[in-house]
């Protein structure tokens, strides 16, 4: 179950004069549709979240509208180069990853039981998301303060600009010895600051991003198999496929090192584990029916978010495709300010992600909903501690 806040700190939120709980006189639940959201989300009915910034998803989304459609049938995609007007790095490779459907999960305890799922095609991108796309939006001159106000007066800015902002990094990654450049995977931002980045380049390109959800992201890793590695079973292979524990040094390695599956993605298995939209519930993989469209577990709390993929540091069963990792507040150990940032871990260089395109676009409540499924709020920077 999704771990909630301990009562002490429930306590202390009190002291500090900030409500502990959600407001029972927020926004009321609303009844999502899969058709137009893409997804199967649970629960089915969710309040639209963090509604004071939807003026910005509207504006994301007005210029998605506007922009020339893309194909509007899978037979008509093709595979593309991704750039953007603030990333002078190369471009980021978009694969084709067609519809159909697959077997989920697997026998072993937390990913049981199996269940076939159905999937819309996409694009996703081929290798995770590298410094050299990450960074101008990390770095944009303007950062936030802790609370996500921004230095700018928001009428008059650049939209990309108030969708990016973060805060700056307490403990930057080089300070803790990794290395630096364009073509290595960006690491230690939140699952918020991810859903953010796929705003931005949503606000800038005129197409629809975001993260995958588990299901998205497992069916593009296996591609086409049921193995426990989507080039098979035998883990010896695994380092022609990966970076992990047994030959990584360490460390994180530049994206696309190593050979892709056979939908042309790299990195699958290890480098950086990668953040899914969903959240991580216990009970929630044995409510899934046989033959879902795309389900998804919308995170109810900012702990635990499901990682995919293991990582650098992993042994050799972490990064089975079926494999899942679950985030926690640990991610913050080193941070000492409180409220703590909701934009940068200290301790997550093990953790990246990489991002998605539907083919069919949400209307722009859907949108909302897939970039802001964490926001500032006390009740969840209290999970932090």
Not at 10 to 34: E, H, I, R, V
Not at 165 to 179: D, E, I, M, S
Not at 293 to 305: D, G, L, M, S, T
Not at 322 to 343: G, Q
């Amino acid at each position: 179950m999704a771990r909630r806040a301990p009562r002490f700190c429930g306590a202390l939120l009190g002291l500090l004069g900030f409500a502990a709980a959600a407001d029972p006189g927020g926004p009321p639940a609303k009844k999502w549709d899969p058709a137009d959201l893409g997804a199967t989300p649970t629960p089915a009915a969710w309040p639209l979240p963090n509604p004071d910034r939807l003026a910005v998803t509207r504006r994301v989304h007005a210029v998605i509208a506007a922009a020339e459609a893309g194909p509007d049938r899978e037979a008509a995609m093709k595979p593309y180069d991704l750039r953007v007007g603030r990333v002078r790095a190369a471009a980021l490779k978009m694969a084709v990853i067609p519809g159909g459907e697959f077997e989920m999960g697997s026998d072993r305890e937390d990913e049981a039981p199996p269940r076939r799922v159905r999937l819309a095609p996409f694009w996703m991108s081929a290798t995770e998301i590298p410094w050299g796309f990450y960074l101008p939006f990390l770095y944009n001159g303007h950062p936030r303060g802790s609370d996500g106000t921004m230095d700018l007066p928001e009428p008059g800015s650049a939209l990309v600009d108030v969708i990016s902002q973060p805060t700056q990094p307490y403990r930057h990654f080089l300070l803790a010895g990794f290395a630096s450049g364009n073509d290595l995977p960006a690491m230690n931002m939140t699952h918020h600051a991810a859903s953010k980045f796929c705003q931005w380049l949503s606000a800038q390109s005129g197409h629809f991003y975001r993260l995958p959800t588990e299901a998205e992201w497992e069916y593009a890793c296996r591609a086409g198999t049921n193995t426990a590695y989507h080039f098979g079973d035998d883990p010896a292979q695994l380092g022609d496929f990966a970076w992990f524990e047994g030959n990584s040094g360490n460390t994180y390695q530049p994206c696309g090192g190593k050979k892709p599956n056979r939908w042309g993605l790299h990195d699958m298995h290890g480098n950086v584990a990668e953040w899914v939209l969903d959240g991580r519930d216990d009970g929630y993989r044995r409510s899934i029916p046989r033959g879902a469209f795309n389900p998804w577990r919308i995170p109810e709390h900012r702990y635990p978010r499901v990682l995919k993929g293991g990582s650098w540091e992993d042994p050799p069963p972490a990064l089975r495709s079926a494999a899942r990792h679950a985030s926690s507040n640990r991610l913050k150990a080193l941070d000492p300010s409180f409220p703590k940032s909701i934009w940068t871990h200290t301790s997550a260089q093990h953790i990246g992600f990489r991002i998605v395109r539907p083919l069919a676009t949400p209307g722009l409540e859907g949108m909302h909903l897939f970039w802001n499924t964490d926001w500032w709020e006390a009740a969840r920077n209290v999970e932090d501690l």
